[in-house]
């Protein structure tokens, strides 16, 4: 399956977020950062990819630590929101299954909550093993599944009770690498050794008042999905959440738990 409508949804959900994404998505993804810089041992000069990398703010951070970063996302308002952002580095528009750049070109490999939204994870990980230095990390988040995860459970549950999911657009598998067993299977096909990983604990906050527009412009995968559904499908939708959310309200806040997991590994060989 080649999930055409998917990944063109996703381009263009992302670059419709990318203005937003300071006040929204990021409020939970910049939290896994300082667990992927330590996951790939940074240190100052080190060259750092940051793939899929939206408004820059891992590249961001490994930069400010004095490591030699750039990035690359396929959306170009994340890429011009990256550069705006961090005006010292370089982003650039590309896809994280065919990387622009030579073997053996960085020295470590990075990507906050990406793979969640690439169509094929394993190429991304095979092209990530491919541009790193022998010796060289990559580390990776990703979202733990609705099982554990309080802000997936809650949308995802309202969603597969109301919404005529025969409607929605076929993805791949969202939770794929929320399995500690195959991320690191698959970790390890592309090529890994020293495959680890780490619990994250994030907490989102969102505003109490309106939780579901919040969540529309957190993430793509549920607004392509919604918008396939009726009017009334999308307004039941809308009052369930926000009605449900409001068990986690603090103050004028909703917070909820929404725990990740960072996955790294080491492309064998010493550093020069
Ligand atoms: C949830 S955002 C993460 C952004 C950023 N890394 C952060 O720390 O917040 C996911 C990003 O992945 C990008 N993306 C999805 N599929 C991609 C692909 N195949 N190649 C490059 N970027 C991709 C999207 O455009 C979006 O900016």
């Known amino acids: 399956m080649t999930y055409d409508d998917f990944r063109a949804g996703e381009k263009q959900g992302w670059d419709a977020r990318a203005d937003a994404y300071g006040t929204a998505t990021a409020r ?16 100052p000069g080190m060259r750092i990819l940051d793939v899929c990398c939206g408004p820059g703010y891992a590249a961001g951070a490994a930069a400010a630590l004095g490591a030699e970063a750039r990035g690359i996302d396929f959306a170009p308002q994340m890429v011009r929101q990256a550069q705006a952002r961090f005006p010292g580095l370089a982003f650039d528009e590309g896809d994280a299954e065919r990387l622009a750049f030579p073997d053996a070109s960085f020295d470590a490999v990075l990507c906050n909550f990406g793979l ?33 995860n309080p802000v997936h459970r809650l949308t995802l549950d309202i969603v597969r009770r109301l919404a005529d999911m025969n409607v929605a657009p076929s993805a791949p598998d969202a939770f794929i690498l929320s399995s500690r067993h195959t991320a690191k299977g698959m970790m390890a096909q592309a090529g890994f050794t020293d495959i680890a990983l780490r619990d994250v604990p994030i907490l989102l906050r969102a505003p109490a008042e309106d ?25 039941a939708i809308r009052k369930a959440c926000d009605v449900e959310a409001q068990a986690f309200r603090s103050g004028d806040e909703i917070h909820l738990p929404m725990p990740g997991i960072v996955v790294s590994g080491q492309k064998e060989g010493l550093l020069p």
Request: with cysteine; hydrophobic share 55%.
């Open 28 to 43: 939970a993804t910049v939290q896994s950062i300082p667990d992927l810089l330590a996951a790939v041992r940074l240190a």
């Open 116 to 148: 969640f939204h690439v169509t094929a994870p394993e190429l991304a990980m095979s092209e990530a093993f491919r541009v790193l230095r022998p010796g060289g990390h990559f580390a990776f988040s990703q979202w733990c599944a609705p099982d554990e």
């Open 211 to 235: 939780f579901f527009d919040f969540m529309m412009r957190f993430g793509v995968r549920i607004p392509l999905i919604l918008e396939r559904q009726t009017e009334a499908v999308r307004a």
